[in-house]
């Protein structure tokens, strides 16, 4: 369990909220909670903050501040950062997991649909949350990222198992490369989509060119994972 970091003005606890947020207070601040929604604001908040500065960055008060809120009205909602991080895993990436999942539960794609499904996916989960390629390479992939164990220890490996069990049987059945490690394909994907999801295309504007669309993305991501770069 991670150790919340609070400052002093998260001390009171009242009994009921204190008052609600109040949506359009700062430029850039998530609107879709979604009027009047008080505590779909703030997990919309959280997860802004989330990945513009780090989870042990971010104590509740800093997400009061942002929302505009008395720290007592996010108390009121959650008691601890680890409670609110299992209320987002809950209500928000299960949802998102299984959406992607979906890419390969038909029994009967084949292997190119599927990929190409599961990479569009990711670009459309992005596009549709701003925050979740930069979180998701912050605190998932990285190597000690918070939501990487809290995610592990409420999902298990059951359906990663599954998938990789998948890839391998079209392995076998000739349909992917023999040579190709089943659990690094994923690691592939994500590498190939949300990465450049979550960076600045500095390069783009240094040399004068356009950044990738996201369609763009997915297409490249699946053409470079089935056919590499030759001809």
């Known amino acids: 369990m991670t150790k919340d970091v609070t400052d002093p003005s998260e001390q009171s606890v009242p009994a009921v909220p204190a008052e609600p947020p109040k949506p359009g207070r700062r430029p850039g601040r998530p609107t879709g909670a ?15 903050l989330f990945a513009r500065q780090g989870i042990m960055e971010t104590t509740l008060g800093a997400i009061a501040r942002e929302a505009g ?21 809950d209500e928000r990436f299960v949802p998102l997991r299984a959406e992607l999942g979906r890419a390969f539960a038909d029994s009967d794609a ?9 990479a569009e996916g990711l670009v459309a989960v992005a596009e549709r949350h701003p925050w979740f390629a930069t979180l ?16 592990a220890e409420r999902f298990g490996d059951a359906n990663k198992k599954a998938s990789i069990a998948r890839i391998a049987q079209w392995q076998k059945e000739g349909k992917l490369n023999p040579h190709l490690e089943p659990s690094l394909l994923f690691v592939s994907l994500f590498g190939l989509t949300v990465l450049p999801l979550a960076v600045t295309y500095t390069w783009a504007e240094e040399s004068g060119g356009c950044a990738p669309r996201r369609d763009q993305i997915a297409r490249h991501a699946v053409a470079l994972l089935m056919h590499g770069v030759g001809p």
């Open 34 to 48: 979604q009027h009047g929604e008080p505590r779909a604001l703030l997990l919309d908040i959280a997860l802004v």
């Open 110 to 118: 084949e292997p190119a649909e599927a990929l190409r499904s599961f």
């Open 136 to 151: 998701w390479v912050r605190e998932v992939i990285s190597e000690g990222g918070l939501l990487r164990q809290r995610i």
């Open 69 to 89: 809120v008395t720290p007592a009205m996010v108390h009121y909602y959650f008691k601890t950062r680890d409670q609110l991080l299992d209320v987002l895993i």
